[in-house]
């Protein structure tokens, strides 16, 4: 599933191509009926909040998309290519198109429910306008733990499991941790950390956690089979203490740790 940093990578390079102009739009595979209703107009704007997308073309006409699991985008420069595979939403115009597939969600929202949406999940470390105060007081009341709470898209909006497990490791602290428990200067400390890594993850895919000085190739760009701490390397040596990554289930995601230097 995408993380927030992906999300708002496709917002600001479809803002970019088509904010502001007359768009065209169908759905070739039929999934999003609606779709005719958005052709010959203007896009106005492309909103990006946690893992969610917001097509505005009207106050009560906004697509909304959430890729899910397996939805994805693609795009490029006309002419349009053929159509293939499970095609659920294409906008396209004199110069550019972009195609969407597999995504959990595509339909129109109103503006009701688009703030209605906003007003459930919590602060999107990407945006700008972004207020934590709430996110802190939820976690800091919760006897959840710590490894659920960051998974909760009312506490950190965009945050996923790969971004969970490895804010986590930097902090030095346990996913099974009790969320009341976790002192405010480091729920702070998450928060500014996640700020940080998802801002660097907009110019590459990649989420790159591991600082230069824990890795074995210290110097030059992170290789692929270094770029996370935790990460899916069960089994493998921790970067800092050389302890077994260890991987488990919780809430129905794969939490991964290293058991030495995670034990608070």
């Given at each position: 599933?995408?993380?927030?940093?992906q999300?708002?990578r496709?917002a600001?390079?479809?803002?970019?191509a088509?904010?502001?102009?007359?768009?065209?739009?169908?759905?070739?595979?039929?999934?999003?009926?609606?779709?005719?209703v958005l052709?010959?107009?203007?896009?106005?704007?492309?909103?990006?909040?946690?893992?969610?997308?917001?097509?505005?073309?009207?106050?009560?006409?906004?697509?909304?998309?959430?890729l899910?699991?397996?939805?994805?985008f693609?795009?490029g420069?006309?002419p349009?290519?053929?159509?293939?595979?499970?095609?659920r939403?294409?906008l396209?115009?004199?110069?550019d198109?972009?195609?969407l597939r597999?995504?959990?969600?595509?339909?129109?929202?109103?503006?009701?429910?688009?703030?209605?949406?906003?007003?459930?999940?919590?602060?999107?470390?990407?945006?700008?306008?972004?207020?934590?105060?709430?996110?802190f007081?939820?976690?800091?009341?919760?006897?959840t733990?710590?490894g659920?709470?960051?998974?909760?898209?009312?506490?950190?909006?965009?945050?996923?499991?790969?971004?969970?497990?490895?804010?986590?490791?930097?902090?030095?602290?346990?996913?099974f941790?009790?969320g009341?428990?976790v002192?405010?200067?480091?729920?702070?400390g998450?928060?500014n950390?996640?700020?940080?890594?998802?801002?660097?993850?907009?110019?590459?895919r990649?989420?790159v956690t591991?600082r230069?000085?824990?890795?074995?190739?210290?110097?030059?760009?992170?290789?692929?089979?270094?770029?996370?701490y935790?990460y899916?390397?069960?089994?493998?040596?921790?970067?800092?203490?050389?302890?077994t990554?260890?991987?488990?289930?919780?809430?129905?995601?794969?939490?991964?740790?290293?058991?030495?230097?995670?034990?608070?």
């Open positions: 599933m995408p993380e927030g940093n999300i708002h496709f600001e390079r479809h803002a970019a088509f904010a502001g102009k007359k768009v065209h739009s169908d759905s070739p595979n039929g999934a999003f009926a609606a779709a005719a052709d010959g107009r203007v896009l106005k704007s492309v909103e990006a909040v946690g893992k969610h997308l917001g097509y505005v073309f009207g106050r009560d006409l906004i697509v909304h998309v959430h899910g699991m397996f939805g994805d693609w795009e420069r006309m349009l290519p053929a159509e293939k595979g499970a095609l939403w294409r396209w115009m004199r110069t198109w972009m195609e597999g995504a959990t969600d595509c339909s129109i929202f109103d503006a009701a429910q688009w703030k209605a949406l906003l007003a459930r999940l919590g602060a999107d470390p990407l945006r700008t306008d972004a207020d934590p105060k709430a996110a007081e939820l976690v800091e009341k919760s006897k733990a710590i659920l709470l960051l998974m909760d898209q009312r506490v950190f909006a965009g945050v996923g499991n790969k971004l969970r497990a490895e804010l986590l490791f930097r902090a030095r602290m346990s996913p941790g009790i009341k428990d002192a405010h200067p480091a729920l702070k998450i928060w950390d996640a700020k940080a890594l998802m801002a660097a993850a907009l110019e590459d990649r989420i591991t230069p000085k824990d890795r074995p190739h210290p110097r030059g760009v992170a290789q692929d089979d270094e770029v996370h935790v899916r390397r069960h089994g493998k040596p921790c970067f800092v203490c050389d302890a990554i260890k991987k488990t289930d919780i809430g129905g995601r794969t939490v991964y740790w290293c058991p030495d230097c995670q034990k608070s």
